[in-house]
């Protein structure tokens, strides 16, 4: 799992877009956990240039969630204790919200406000503990620099003031009508949640309202439903949420998760991926809708607001444009699972959303337009097809290998055809006949960076110097025999006649004396995937050394050579313990020697190897046509 999540129950909390305009004439209340007003000028100005640069006619700047919380449930008994004069009806009408989250905007465009000379038409701001603050916006205090609350407030008027001089009669007002008219906050009204912890929630953690959060509440508000019928409300509230919280914890595990998306996503909610793709096909059939919803983070909640609010539906009643709605995330949500648990959809699927070659949105729509699963999976396996057609396997890359990440898609298919091979065999054993033995893990495989390897080193290294030849016999040392080894260890405990020993041992070592040409090397058969630590940290090493070191990943162990002493002489080490790293089964495999028809030598990577190696991958395309 990535992270928890909690539930939030939104059952009651409601969801509106409100204008400037309709916050005039409204109190707000800043508790004492929120912290004074701390925006810097930079922010000020970004915010009236966003305002001033907005030309959308038919749709409305939307400013991030205003998060309130009324503070007088018995309103009429308030206006009939406490109210004087129809003035103070009025107000207690509007009610008094305290602010949980979004108090900084609201405090620059009240402070916006008053340098535009608007005293009549604006929202008042009480603080439970910064009276002052209260008095200072309103100009009725001098400037004290050294009260940092002041000196914020007091940066931002200046701000402002400088930005308006530069102004003329139209423009201002010309930015008078966007700032009342299309300037919106999204109103997040919390009913039952306690306000500390909703604020800790959205300041400690940084964590902002994802659209699904506002969107949830879209979907459970009360007026949504049959409203004659309470427990018919609570039972499609509950179904709902229920439901709502299955897929999001589905989607948190990231082996589902990683199969259909990238790494890198940084919202604290996934569900909220559905609720794009919905967005974006517009599957909610919105008219005129894209002027509306904006570009920003949250056009996708806006979207949703545009459909609950809309009266384009108003044959259907309440309830059956909620569940019309929610029966589109399921779908979505359905198919995901329906892909992730089928062998093949699941391999395909994952191949081609990480090659870049078909996005998740053509995927859907593909799979909408087919008539059954086998009509999908031959579309599914001609799209593989194209992406490796793209590298011809009798290809020759560059000395350099700067051009053989080319044949990257095609040594990724090589491993996922191969795991589907061996579940498909695995089924045929009745022990295994039931689900899937092994599923390629596209989640170990997204959070690491890959390089395309030569298996046989790029590089010749001739060993006619002591230190090549002192590397060269250590890492042969724990895979040759017995006879040898000590031969080895007579090498290293020699002062003499070292040259003679060491082209004794290597004539006895198999296979040692057949050379490579350049361009057999720069061969996909000779190319093996890798991740980018583990090739790092290895360098151009022999073959036996690779082996060594991909064993021991695999292992969770670091295998080290034996040693040398100060005098020269070798030291045997012992495993320990280390992380294990995925390593992609065809690389296991190929350094595992497992390709080789018999049973050879584990130093080299010979040409009967490598054609072994070309022939299985060869193999698991041919897989694609049958």
């Not at 003329?168 to 919390?190: A, H, Q, R």
């Not at 029966?327 to 699941?346: A, G, P, R, S």
């Not at 909408?368 to 194209?386: A, C, I």
């Not at 390593?583 to 080789?596: A, D």
């Amino acid at each position: 799992m990535n992270q928890t999540f909690e539930r939030n129950d939104c059952s009651d909390n409601r969801i509106d877009l409100k204008t400037v305009t309709e916050l005039c004439g409204m109190n707000f209340y800043i508790p004492n956990y929120q912290r004074g007003y701390r925006w810097t000028k930079q922010q000020v100005k970004d915010l009236l240039n966003d305002i001033n640069e907005f030309n959308d006619k038919n749709g409305f700047y939307c400013l991030q969630p205003l998060v309130v919380k009324q503070r007088e449930k018995n309103v009429f008994k308030k206006i009939k204790e406490e109210a004087k004069d129809l003035n103070d009806v009025y107000d207690y009408l509007k009610g008094t919200w305290e602010v949980i989250d979004g108090q900084q905007r609201l405090t620059t465009i009240f402070i916006l406000m008053r340098c535009l000379g608007i005293t009549d038409m604006h929202y008042t701001l009480k603080y439970e503990t910064r009276s002052g603050s209260e008095q200072y916006l309103s100009g009725n205090l001098e400037m004290n620099e050294e009260n940092i609350d002041y000196f914020h407030i007091s940066s931002a008027k200046q701000v402002i003031s400088e930005w308006l001089k530069d102004k003329d009669c139209f423009s201002i007002k010309d930015f008078k009508e966007k700032l009342f008219e299309k300037v919106n906050f999204i109103w997040y009204e919390s009913v039952d949640e306690d306000p500390i912890k909703v604020f800790t929630r959205l300041n400690i953690g940084k964590i902002s309202l994802t659209n699904s959060e506002l969107i949830k509440a879209l979907f459970l508000n009360r007026s949504n439903f049959d409203m004659n019928d309470n427990g018919h409300i609570k039972l499609r509230q509950q179904e709902i949420a229920s439901e709502w919280d299955k897929i999001e914890y589905s989607l948190q595990n990231d082996e589902f998760w990683l199969f259909l998306h990238e790494k890198g996503y940084d919202r604290p909610t996934r569900i909220d991926f559905i609720f794009d793709l919905i967005c974006k096909a517009n599957d909610l059939c919105l008219n005129d809708y894209k002027e509306k919803i904006g570009t920003d983070e949250y056009k996708t909640f806006r979207y949703f607001y545009e459909y609950f609010k809309s009266d384009g539906l108003s044959v259907e009643n309440s309830d059956s444009k909620v569940l019309r709605c929610w029966k589109i995330v399921k779908k979505y949500y359905q198919t995901f699972e329906e892909w992730y648990n089928d062998l093949e959809l699941f391999h395909y699927i994952g191949f081609l959303i990480e090659c870049n070659k078909n996005s998740i949105e053509s995927l859907i729509s593909e799979w909408n337009r087919q008539t059954d699963k086998k009509s999908f999976l031959q579309y599914l396996r001609n799209e593989v097809r194209k992406v490796i057609d793209t590298c011809p396997l009798d290809s020759k890359y560059k000395e350099d290998g700067s051009d053989k990440v080319k044949c990257k898609s095609v040594l990724l298919f090589h491993n996922i055809q191969t795991v589907i091979n061996q579940n498909r065999s695995q089924r045929h054993n009745e022990k295994y006949e039931l689900g899937t033995f092994y599923k390629f893990p596209f989640h170990l495989y997204k959070l690491e960076s890959w390089d395309v390897e030569h298996i046989n080193s790029n590089t010749t290294n001739p060993e006619n110097d002591d230190e090549s030849q002192k590397e060269w016999l250590l890492n042969i040392y724990l895979s040759v025999n017995e006879e040898l080894q000590k031969k080895i260890q007579e090498y290293f405990d020699s002062s003499d006649n070292k040259k003679n020993l060491f082209e004794e041992i290597k004539k006895e070592v198999p296979f040692s004396g057949i050379e490579w040409t350049q361009e057999e090397k720069n061969r996909i058969w000779n190319y093996a995937l890798l991740d980018s630590s583990t090739n790092r940290s290895y360098g151009n090493s022999i073959f036996s050394g690779k082996r060594r070191v991909i064993i021991g990943k695999d292992k969770g162990k670091l295998i080290p050579v034996p040693k040398l002493s100060k005098e020269g002489k070798l030291i045997m080490t012992n495993e320990q313990d280390s992380f294990s790293s995925f390593v992609p089964p065809c690389t296991r495999q190929i350094f595992l020697k497992y390709y080789s028809a018999t049973a050879g030598n584990n130093n080299y990577w010979t040409k009967e190897d490598a054609q072994s190696y070309l022939s299985d991958i060869e193999s698991c395309i041919k897989k694609l046509e049958e």
